[in-house]
């Protein structure tokens, strides 16, 4: 029989089906959002879509308080092909204490997600927990600790209280805030007037910021893809923090640019709308199927750059030789600047990462930094807020490097804490870091 035909009912019960399915697979397997929810989405309408974001993300954003909640319920963990259920009850939860799904939608349909799931068994119980979840009024209960009512896993909330101390609570709050959706419009196509004016005729409602000359910012959730001139590449998605990677980096007339580690190739795209009389861009990405999207982006919004697919630490297995006046470097990182964004990250990335990460940048940066001219710079990127990434990374950097100084208008508060901290939420950017290196004579 085929479930999809038989109307809204089941319609619903299939997407609370698909969102436990994502969430058993981000949880339990490991993979990322990115991965997986595009394929649970795809048989869906728009609408279903964006609900079944929704309920994914908002289990993600508030998994502790959640697995908080299951503990108390459930007498024992549930196991095996039946640990699906767990992230199903809690997508319950969810429902229940955090959207505006009635109860008895929230209820009945989360139970009927089971017979999709394959674990018809588990009706019985989980009609119970959601009903006892109600009756005893256990979402209005105070969360046992701070870290749980963060939403943050124990070792990053340790590592960020740690670092931020007074300014802790109001970064762990900005963490949890859903992020506006930032457009960057393609200069080399339409002006910012015009393309806000199209914004204007299609009643899209947006707001502007004086620091981003390209950007608009929307005041609501809107599908991008049908926003006016998205196949004519007028515009791109991208945060506010991001855009300012091209404004830092201050590509000039006939200049060799290095963009590395460039998938998707959003900075890519802006470096060359910036500055189009370029003498050469190459982006350079390890990943071949990211590579793909580098390609893709350039073709929507009508530009050219040389890909090369290849790692940064290894230049000898692809460098030409030929010196690059500036070299932007995007440095795999933690990702925990863009959290609110991707709530996934949060229970992806482990404590264990970091020094993998930050072992990975630093043979990256020493491995680029001959790449380039002398009187060239590097523009240093992470989406993270992490110290030891970030200032820490670009620090011991510096002591390395005699031929390397930070531009002086790079640093926070001071030269011992070089480079610029933007934090999730000011201005309504994504926490990024950069840090502009200039190469001596
Ligand atoms: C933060 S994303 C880059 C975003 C991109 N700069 C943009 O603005 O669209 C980091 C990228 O670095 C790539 N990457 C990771 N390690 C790399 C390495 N050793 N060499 C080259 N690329 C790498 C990843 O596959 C990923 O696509």
Not at 286 to 293: E, G, S, V
Not at 302 to 314: L, P
């Amino acid at each position: 029989m085929n479930t999809q035909s038989k109307g809204s009912h089941y319609n619903h019960f299939n997407l609370r089906a698909d969102a436990a399915k994502v969430l058993h697979q981000i949880l339990e397997e490991g993979q990322s959002a990115r991965e997986c929810l595009p394929a649970a989405q795809l048989p869906h309408k728009e609408q279903d879509k964006a609900w079944l974001q929704e309920m994914v993300y908002g289990v993600l954003r508030n998994l502790p308080i959640l697995q908080f909640w299951l503990r108390q319920l459930l007498d024992k963990p549930l196991k095996n092909r039946f640990k699906i259920v767990e992230q199903l009850i809690m997508l319950g939860f969810y429902q229940l204490a955090f959207s505006r799904v009635s109860q008895h939608a929230a209820v009945s349909e989360t139970v009927a997600a089971c017979q999709p799931l394959n674990t018809h068994a588990m009706k019985g119980l989980v009609n119970a927990i959601l009903r006892t979840f109600i009756r005893e009024e256990i979402s209005k209960q105070e969360a046992p600790s701070k870290q749980i009512a963060s939403g943050l896993p124990k070792w990053l909330y340790k590592k960020l209280e740690a670092e931020y101390k007074n300014g802790f609570a109001e970064l762990a709050a900005n963490m949890q805030v859903k992020a506006p959706i930032w457009l960057r419009v393609n200069t080399r196509k339409i002006s910012h007037a015009h393309f806000s004016e199209e914004l204007e005729k299609a009643c899209i409602e947006y707001t502007v910021s004086s620091e981003h000359p390209e950007a608009l910012v929307l005041s609501k959730g809107y599908d991008v893809t049908s926003l006016p001139g998205f196949d004519l590449g007028w515009f791109a998605v991208q945060d506010g923090a991001a855009q300012l990677a091209a404004h830092y980096l201050k590509p000039e007339q006939a200049e060799t640019i290095l963009d590395c580690c460039a998938a998707p190739g959003g900075k890519t795209c802006h470096i060359i709308e910036f500055q189009p009389n370029l003498a050469k861009t190459v982006a350079l990405e390890i990943d071949k199927k990211r590579a793909i999207r580098i390609e893709e982006n350039l073709v929507r919004l009508g530009h050219n750059a040389e890909i090369i697919v290849g790692d940064a630490s290894t230049p000898e297995n692809w460098w030409d030789g030929q010196l690059f006046d500036r070299v932007l470097l995007d440095a795999p990182c933690s990702a925990t600047g863009i959290v609110r964004r991707h709530p996934d990250i949060k229970w992806l990335r482990k404590a264990k990462d970091i020094d993998v990460l930050v072992s990975l940048q630093k043979k990256i940066l020493d491995a680029i930094w001959p790449l380039i001219k002398p009187g060239g710079m590097m523009l240093y990127v992470t989406c993270s807020v992490l110290p030891e990434e970030n200032y820490l990374q670009i620090r011991d950097f510096l002591s390395r490097n005699t031929n390397a100084l930070l531009d002086d208008t790079f640093y926070n508060d001071s030269v011992e804490n070089p480079g610029k901290q933007i934090l999730p939420g000011d201005q309504q950017m994504d926490g990024f870091y950069y840090a502009r290196l200039l190469k001596s004579q």
